[in-house]
Nanobody, 121 residues
Framework: QVQVVESGGGLVRPGGSLRLSCAAS????????MAWYRQPAGKQRESVAS???????NYAESVKGRFAISKDNAKNTVTLQMNDLKPEDTAVYYC???????????????WGQGTQVTVDS
């Protein structure tokens, strides 16, 4: 079994910074990608940032230049550094990990339960 746990959400003023962390653990043979999504209240979940094979990063246009994703390969963790936060960044942030469990050759997506980020003055 694979577990995904996020941490680091909270309340911050506009222009402030937060760092989110996500840890994957369990029976993991390989991690293909780790990604952050967010879902504002009443809206659909959207992709924020991802890192593939521990190297290639992708960002939503709305966060480019403000957010940075990084992965610690030794610890199977991914961090999302969020700077210059805006009220429109308010959402529940979810971590998704694409993992090959040791019991199969297939890659499976696992999601965390989410962490709330609120940007408000």
């Amino acid at each position: 079994q694979v577990q995904v746990v996020e941490s680091g959400g909270g309340l911050v003023r506009p222009g402030g910074s937060l760092r989110l962390s996500c840890a994957a653990s369990g029976s993991i043979a390989d991690i293909k990608s780790m990604a952050w999504y967010r879902q504002p209240a009443g809206k659909q979940r959207e992709s924020v940032a991802s890192i593939i094979d521990g190297v290639t990063t992708n960002y939503a246009e709305s966060v480019k230049g403000r957010f940075a994703i990084s992965k610690d390969n030794a610890k199977n963790t991914v961090t999302l550094q969020m700077n210059d936060l805006k009220p429109e960044d308010t959402a529940v942030y979810y971590c998704k990990v694409r993992v090959r469990p040791i019991t199969t050759w297939a890659y499976i997506d696992y999601w965390g339960q989410g962490t709330q980020v609120t940007v408000d003055s």
